[in-house]
């Protein structure tokens, strides 16, 4: 399938049948479990979608200088690619499917391993393969909608490590979200660390953390509380230290993805966009508004900007690297999520303070107290919070397309604005909601006749 072939190449040589002088195929326990080591499953170079995230502003002279691509997801235009170009959105991922692939066919079949050992390293390919198609899904299928999903157009599914596979065509979403399911909850009682091991690695806590995030994706909120629950409550158990940093008197400043404590799960997204030498992106007013000031998440990771006009903007201090598998403190937010949606909200408060005392004093990280006793206002509060926790690293992309399917948030509007350097507004972006989407790029859809693009 030539869909593979764009990035498989690298990995074609390495798993052939007959081995090669100088080459080693996998065939003990300890290979398979070095595979998900490899760099290709953890440094992702997908990140388009951060810059069609609406909490963030552009400004010139970089705005003038950015790329056709970078204009074009800013813009929320669809055709992002030249014709020979591979997408970023399936190059990586696919590249991680194929290894995935090939430790769940043959790892079982290892020597010299446990079957605990053999059916634990399956179980974290399981996961990892749930999580990139879980990625897959939101690239390039519609956000779930219970009444759709049977129809809806995704991703093809790859389950298979073979790179001469041809004729693929996409996939529904909500076979998709089946396939992830179904690797997960095979996963997750096979896994033999709880807690997490190594940053890189899966773990059962954040199998079930992701698990969680895949059923409030659905809308499937009680399904998901009690994963939250167990996410959490495996976290003491991890033999790196996991949890939530205090930046009040810890912070970290911005540290590699294997250092940083609040990574439970490290996908590396390399996001050149808020680099020192581009600087393109910047916080928009309204979301800079959102920051209590003493909020050490505005005061120790960004620093702002007063244009001629008196426009003050917030720029993120330089860092290229976030992660995108899984955070503590988004787990914390998406259990207050939860809890509010089914009505708990002294316990969703509960949850944000414990989020937002290791952000800000303690004076300030107390939720107003209307907000706490009123379930929209508060919901409300939790999507403000996640702004403020994840701004600049794309995960909001993400949050707009699944509340674009709650009758709560679903009639959000969004817009981008470029400022000239005296700081007036030069030029405004309307959202398209086809956009909720990637287009396939014209390379893959040259050699994959059988897939139907997106609008």
């Known amino acids: 399938m030539a869909l593979l072939m764009l990035s498989m190449v690298s990995c074609k040589d390495s798993f052939l049948e007959i081995l090669p ?73 696919i590249k991680g499917m194929y290894i995935y692939n090939k430790i769940i066919d043959e790892v079982l079949q290892s020597t010299e391993g446990s079957d605990a050992t053999k059916k634990s390293i399956q179980a974290e390919a399981l996961a990892g393969r749930a999580w990139h198609n879980f990625l897959l899904v939101n690239f390039y299928g519609k956000p779930y909608n219970p009444a759709t999903a049977s129809t809806d157009l995704a ?21 998709m979200y089946d396939l992830i399911i179904s690797d997960l909850t095979t996963a997750i009682p096979n896994m033999i660390n709880a807690g997490v091991p190594h940053r890189i690695r899966m773990s059962k806590c954040a199998a079930q953390g992701i698990l969680a995030k895949v059923y409030i994706w659905m809308g499937r909120y009680s399904d998901a509380l009690p994963l939250l629950n167990e996410s959490i409550n495996n976290l003491p158990k991890s033999i790196v230290t996991t949890g939530l940093v205090n930046y009040n008197t810890a912070f970290q400043g911005f540290p590699t993805i294997v250092n940083d404590l609040e990574n439970m799960y490290a996908k590396n997204m ?19 508004a959102l920051f209590n000031p003493n909020d050490a998440r505005l005061s120790k990771m960004f620093l702002s900007t007063t244009f001629p006009n008196g426009v003050k903007l917030y720029k993120r201090m330089n860092t290229t690297t976030y992660n995108i598998g899984l955070r503590v403190p988004d ?9 509010a ?47 403020r926790e994840f ?65």
């Open 155 to 175: 991703f093809p599914l790859i389950t298979k490590a073979d790179i001469n596979a041809k004729d693929f065509t996409r996939a529904t979403v909500q076979q």
């Open 21 to 93: 002088k100088g080459r080693v195929i996998a065939t003990k326990t300890t290979d398979y479990d070095l595979l998900l080591n490899n760099l290709d499953l953890i440094n992702l170079s997908c990140y388009n979608q951060v810059l069609m995230s609406d909490e963030l502003c552009a400004i010139e002279p970089n705005w003038t200088g950015a790329t056709y691509k970078e204009k074009q997801s800013f813009k929320w235009e669809g055709d992002l690619y030249a014709s020979d170009e591979d997408a970023m959105e399936t190059a990586t991922p």
């Open 270 to 288: 390399t996001d050149t966009y808020i680099a020192t030498s581009v600087r393109l992106l910047w916080l928009t007013p309204e979301a800079a």
């Open 341 to 387: 949606r089914l009505n708990d909200l002294s316990g969703a408060a509960a949850d944000l303070l414990t989020l937002r005392q290791n952000r800000l004093p303690a004076a300030d990280a107390v939720i107003p107290t209307a907000t706490a006793a009123d379930k929209l206002l508060l919901l409300k509060f939790i999507m403000d919070e996640r702004i």
């Open 331 to 339: 787990v914390y937010l998406l259990r207050a999520e939860v809890k």
């Open 391 to 455: 701004a600049v690293t794309g995960y909001r992309w993400f949050d707009m397309r699944r509340l674009s399917n709650d009758p709560l948030f679903g009639n959000t509007t969004f817009q981008h604005r470029v400022y000239d350097a005296t700081g007036v507004v030069s030029a405004t972006y309307n959202f398209k909601p086809e956009r909720f989407q990637f287009r396939f790029s014209p390379k893959v859809l040259g050699e994959n006749p059988g897939i139907i693009d997106n609008p």
